[in-house]
């Protein structure tokens, strides 16, 4: 079965410091993996989608993330946190085109 | 303007009544779900639809229902909402000709049961 864990519910940085979010996947075919952001009172936008072409994968605003096959990785760093990154984020894993998702990871940045 | 609208963006009833929530794209997408999202649970796949003959039952369908009205529109319902069906209901479409993997959201409809 596809499931997706996320590792850290709360997860605080200050400004300037590396962001690292964690995201491990458990799929019994090649998987297709997303992290999405949802900021206050928006609705989910997409970050960044591992299909295969490259195990790393650049996103939206500085991010980035790695996709490891021996470890069923797929986290999420971004090297210098700004303000404007605090967010929830969510790592999914697409099963027959439907999504399955993570429960989420709140990112604080502090100055 | 959005290209995936729901309305409406809050909405709170009371115990046993039936209501509606839609969803409307411009994006041309066959593709359309909802989603519920509950603190600490990430989001849910409720019901989808491939096209506007295809409705298929998700991970938590029970209490729910769907319609697809056209290609544009997805709306969602509770015949008869309960306290435990609070919560964030979010709609999203995919493209199958394009990148069916993909999902693109709307804003959210915050659903509060007293």
């Known amino acids: 079965a596809q499931s997706v864990t996320q590792l850290g519910s709360h997860v605080s940085v200050s400004e300037g410091a590396l962001v690292l979010l964690r995201c491990n996947y458990s799929s019994s075919v090649p998987p297709y993996l997303f992290w999405y952001v949802q900021y206050p009172n928006q609705g989910l936008q997409l970050l960044l989608k591992?299909?295969?072409?490259?195990?790393l994968v650049k996103g939206i605003n500085g991010f980035e993330a790695e996709f490891k096959k021996s470890e069923t990785s797929f986290h999420l760093t971004k090297p210098s946190a700004h303000m404007s990154d605090a967010a929830e984020y969510f790592c999914a894993v697409s099963f027959y085109n439907k999504l399955i998702f993570g429960a989420g990871t709140r990112l604080a940045v502090h100055p | 303007d959005a290209d995936v609208t729901q309305t409406p963006r809050n909405r709170i009833t009371k115990t046993g009544k039936r209501i509606m929530l839609e969803c409307s794209q411009t994006?041309?997408?066959?593709?359309m779900y909802w989603y519920r999202q509950d603190p600490g649970l990430g989001l849910r796949l409720i019901y989808y639809?491939?096209?506007?003959?295809?409705?298929n039952k998700g991970e938590i369908s029970d209490g729910y229902s769907v319609s697809r009205q056209a290609q544009a529109k997805f709306s969602l319902s509770l015949e008869s909402a309960i306290p435990n069906q609070t919560a964030l209901y979010f709609c999203a479409t995919s493209d199958p000709e394009w990148d069916e993997e993909t999902q693109y959201f709307g804003p959210g409809t915050r659903l509060l049961v007293l």
């Open positions: 591992y299909t295969s072409a490259a195990t």
């Open positions: 639809s491939f096209d506007v003959k295809d409705i």
């Open positions: 994006k041309g997408h066959d593709r």
